[in-house]
């Protein structure tokens, strides 16, 4: 199974913004609804954003009207817009695939296909 890849992870101070990428099998991107998790230190893996195949998306009050998921057929990538980053946002962000073209909330126990993970700081 080809593995999604993130990047664009990187240290960044509060207020600022990063844009994060997964790169996914052509066949995931195109069937598959996309997500982003995120784990803070000493925390449980929590939801961020999920898209369906349709362009539906769902977001964590935390990030919402800050963050914007975003999938891109012909780069066969999933994006993660990140603005306004404050310390809460530091976590190491996974790219994560659904089971099937709707997604399943923002429950990590629903998703079985996920990549390394890519580190975001933020800090002053």
């Known amino acids: 199974q080809v593995p999604l890849v993130e990047s664009g992870g990187g240290s960044v101070q509060p207020g600022g913004s990063l844009k994060l990428s997964c790169s996914a099998p052509e066949l995931t991107i195109r069937s598959k609804c996309m997500a982003w998790f995120r784990q803070a230190p000493g925390k449980e893996r929590a939801g961020v954003a999920v898209?369906?195949?349709?362009?539906?998306?769902d977001y964590d009050g935390s990030v919402k009207g800050r963050f914007t998921i975003s999938r891109d057929l012909r780069e066969t990538a999933a994006h993660l817009q990140m603005n306004d980053l404050g310390p809460d946002d530091t976590a190491v962000y996974f790219c994560?695939?659904?089971?099937?073209?709707?997604?399943?909330?923002?429950?990590?126990?629903?998703?079985?296909?996920w990549g390394q993970g890519t580190q975001v700081t933020v800090s002053s």
């Open positions: 898209i369906s195949l349709y362009g539906d998306t």
């Open positions: 994560v695939a659904g089971r099937d073209r709707y997604c399943s909330g923002l429950q990590p126990e629903n998703y079985d296909d």
